[in-house]
């Protein structure tokens, strides 16, 4: 398949949403451009290699082969591995939900998450994308972004700074309002960021503890994440 093929094929993938979870052909075709032999040679592809699985009424929703390929990611990322027993303590010692956001392109995708309480709101369930721009987790990482690149999200400038000087990044209801998210970058060894490592809970459970005891436990989680990955440990979780 050449690139150009390839890159039309990965525009039908891009168009599945969480608001638009099934599409019909017909839409695919609006959508894309895309003539009916065409479309249907890609969904073709599509279906015989999992990505795609056709739904009653003829429409088309993402396949099990993205279950696989999610296993694997878990299997392989090195962040995952580094992060989750990190994740496990925070959510141990804080209220709400400890969460690894790993980031690509415009977008922070929440990848691995845990919290003492099944019940605990956050804005980033495992998978789902948020823009780059608002949160946390989002102003940890663009802080640490080349300064044209901050400019494409933010326009805080002074934030940001305070932000590389504490070392994390607040924010008081900015992605779902009564939540408090405090987070902190985790960098690659040029100090470009790879995620952000975070705990977003109640408002009022953030009220109760001790705002400095927490930035600091994430601090420090997020160095010794940094420093396995430093230092090329093995980090397969089956041993």
């Known amino acids: 398949?050449?690139?150009?093929?390839?890159?039309?094929?990965?525009?039908?993938?891009?168009?599945?949403?969480?608001?638009?979870?099934v599409w019909t052909p017909q839409a695919m075709m609006a959508a894309t451009g895309y003539t009916r032999p065409t479309l249907y040679r890609y969904l073709k592809t599509l279906r015989a290699a999992g990505f795609l699985a056709q739904v009653p009424g003829g429409g088309f929703a993402i396949g099990p082969r993205v279950v696989e390929?999610?296993?694997?990611?878990?299997?392989?990322?090195?962040?995952?591995?580094?992060?989750?027993a990190e994740l496990h303590d925070l959510a141990a010692r804080f209220p709400g939900t400890a969460f690894l956001a790993e980031w690509y392109g415009e977008r922070l995708l929440c990848v691995a998450s845990s919290s003492r309480d099944i019940a605990a709101r956050t804005s980033y369930p495992r998978g789902r994308p948020m823009p780059l721009a608002r949160g946390a987790a989002s102003r940890a990482i663009i802080a640490h972004l080349p300064k044209r690149q901050q400019q494409r999200f933010l326009d805080q400038e002074a934030d940001l700074r305070q932000v590389r000087r504490?070392?994390?990044?607040?924010?008081?209801?900015?992605?779902?309002?009564?939540?408090?998210?405090?987070?902190?970058?985790?960098?690659?060894?040029?100090?470009?960021?790879?995620?952000?490592?975070?705990?977003?809970?109640?408002?009022?459970?953030?009220?109760?503890?001790?705002?400095?005891?927490?930035?600091?436990?994430?601090?420090?989680?997020?160095?010794?994440?940094?420093?396995?990955?430093?230092?090329?440990?093995?980090?397969?979780?089956?041993g």
Not at 1 to 11: E, F, I, K, N, Y
Not at 168 to 179: D, Q, S, W, Y
């Open 166 to 238: 504490d070392g994390v990044a607040v924010a008081h209801g900015e992605v779902t309002r009564g939540i408090v998210g405090t987070a902190a970058p985790v960098l690659d060894e040029g100090a470009r960021p790879l995620a952000s490592l975070c705990v977003s809970m109640e408002a009022e459970d953030y009220a109760r503890i001790v705002p400095a005891d927490l930035a600091e436990a994430i601090i420090a989680a997020a160095a010794r994440i940094m420093a396995r990955l430093s230092d090329g440990l093995n980090l397969d979780r089956t």
């Open 1 to 21: 398949m050449s690139q150009a093929s390839g890159d039309r094929v990965l525009a039908i993938l891009d168009l599945f949403s969480e608001d638009r979870l």
């Open 69 to 84: 390929l999610d296993f694997l990611m878990r299997k392989s990322d090195r962040l995952i591995a580094g992060a989750e």
